[in-house]
């Protein structure tokens, strides 16, 4: 199913008010979900949130409100080019259940093909099964666990690793 009335955009370095009003949005909501922290991200400048635009960053839209994101950190390396990381995924609470996290999956997929990216990776915290779920749907598979990857709250979180090929 597809979420009808969203458009995803990949978005330029001047949209970066948009960028941090879903990306703050999403670290308040779901601040177990993330290795960052809203405090991480409230204090950056202008100019670093332009900056953190220069990797791809999709955003979905209703209507003219940021509801999604999803980012794509690419290898640096000449032999690891071929490789990404997702990040920062997060799809406002209203519209999950509705296809949108897919379709701003196939849309980073894509972008990511047309880059000659080959496969993506992905940490998610062991204790959201819901996008653990969801990633298995679309194809990735665990490929490790950090014991206590991340500590939020007091309590230690193990990352979940997980990769998808994408060329077969």
Not at 53 to 60: E, G, I, M, T, Y
Not at 80 to 95: C, F, S, W
Not at 101 to 108: F, G
Not at 122 to 148: D, H, T
């Amino acid at each position: 199913m597809s979420a009808s009335g969203i458009t995803i955009r990949h978005l330029n370095t001047g949209e970066f008010g948009i960028f941090r009003r879903i990306r703050l949005e999403a670290l308040r909501a779901e601040p177990s979900s993330f290795a960052s922290s809203v405090e991480d991200w409230e204090v950056l400048s202008d100019e670093e949130w332009r900056r953190r635009l220069s990797d791809p960053v999709f955003v979905a839209f209703r209507d003219d409100q940021p509801v999604g994101v999803m980012g794509l950190l690419r290898q640096r390396s000449s032999k690891m080019a071929h490789r990404a990381t997702l990040i920062m995924v997060y799809v406002r609470k209203d519209l999950r259940g509705v296809g949108l996290a897919k379709d701003l999956l196939d849309t980073v997929v894509t972008y990511a093909l047309s880059e000659g990216i080959v496969q993506i990776e992905l940490v998610v915290s062991s204790e959201n099964p819901k996008a653990i779920g969801f990633y298995r749907r679309e194809g990735f598979s665990e490929i490790g666990r950090i014991p206590g990857g991340v500590v939020h709250d007091g309590k230690e979180i193990d990352d979940i690793m997980m990769a998808r090929r994408l060329n077969g």
